[in-house]
């Protein structure tokens, strides 16, 4: 009986030593060991994920924790808690880490843990995957400065960005400049287009700064790129400018007379006319319209000047060009 009790004794001893043995297999064996969780974060760019970091003892110490950045920004991290732990003998803690990523891919950093006293230390890996554009481009098919013959010039902006998911992507182009009293406002709201055309008028003289928005549909983070200070000036074209009648004079009071303008610019579709007639003074007959012809019917007799000017429909108080006929005769009948 007494050798059967040895017997059990002695296997009770080796089953503890080998749990031991694993028991320090499975924590390093260097009396502290960490794991994180999760091993693989998925995250959009610009938000936060969090690593839980469990440590466990064998020995009463005070623990340093550090990142080592690997392929990440260093400035992504913080910690929840702090960056150092007291540890008692068999203990076992939590912490956790947050991580907010300013660019997409894929990046690797490892946390290690080091005793404050002795050489005790352990290291794991962790890996962030992160969601959004990761390259993002603007670019005009016009370089600055831009001289702009008169009327109106289209600028084609297009914005570029990259997406490693490949999502759909989505763009949103905003304007701050003269046109908008250098307000931000946007001038084409988020579409798949990336492109947007920018119709150069008067109001836009002088410096302009072009936004392109960009993100991932159906995701709310969003990738921005500036173009600073893109010029436009404008060049004023001489507009050459005739008026002619439908009908040559002398003329008997009471005829209608159409007279027609005509004017030599870029942009003939965006052109307007406004007729006047000289009697003791410049007198508007017709005002600003499309039509380039006016039917004048006098009744009085003498000599008229009539005058077109041209503007180029922008603004309607600068005239681009002018035309005057000079000293159109109106007889009476009885002369006739």
């Known amino acids: 009986m007494k050798r059967k009790l040895e017997v059990v004794v002695g296997v009770s001893l080796a089953c503890i030593f080998i749990i031991a043995i694993v028991i320090q297999v499975t924590f390093g064996g260097s009396g502290i060991d960490l794991s994180i969780q999760p091993y693989v974060a998925k995250v959009e760019v610009g938000s936060t ?69 002795g050489e005790t230390s352990s290291e794991r890996d962790a890996r962030i995957r992160a969601i959004g554009l990761s390259c993002i481009g603007l670019q ?15 600028i084609i902006w297009t914005a570029y960005a990259c997406d490693p998911d490949a999502g759909e992507i989505e763009y949103r182009f905003k304007l701050n400049g003269p046109r908008t009293n250098y307000a931000i406002e946007t001038v084409k709201d988020w579409s798949i287009a990336n492109e947007w055309v920018w119709l150069v008028d008067s109001r836009d003289e002088g410096n302009s700064t072009i936004y392109a928005d960009v993100r991932v549909r159906h995701h709310d983070s969003t990738s921005s790129f500036v173009y600073r200070d893109y010029e436009i000036s404008l060049i004023q074209l001489p507009c050459c400018t005739c008026l002619m009648p439908d009908k040559s004079e002398p003329q008997v009071g009471g005829t209608a007379i159409t007279w027609t303008a005509c004017a030599s610019y870029p942009d003939q579709d965006q052109l307007r006319y ?17 039509s380039n012809s006016w039917t004048w019917t006098p009744s009085d007799t003498g000599d008229y000047d009539i005058k077109v000017e041209v503007c180029d429909g922008i603004d309607d108080n600068i005239s681009i060009g002018n035309g005057i006929y000079w000293e159109y005769s109106i007889m009476s009948a009885k002369n006739s």
């Open 274 to 290: 406004r007729f006047w007639v000289y009697d003791s003074g410049w007198n508007v007959e017709r005002d600003w319209a499309r």
């Open 140 to 154: 005009p098919n016009m370089d600055s400065p831009q001289k702009i013959p008169g009327g109106r010039s289209e």
């Open 49 to 117: 994920c969090t690593y839980n970091i469990t440590l466990f003892t064998f020995e009463g110490n005070w623990f340093k924790i550090a990142i080592l950045p690997g392929t990440c920004d260093p400035s992504w991290f913080e910690w929840r808690d702090s960056g150092q732990i007291d540890l008692k003998e068999g203990e076992t803690k939590q912490i956790s880490l947050n991580v907010t990523p300013s660019e997409a891919g894929e990046y690797d950093f490892s946390v290690r843990v080091d005793a404050w006293f």
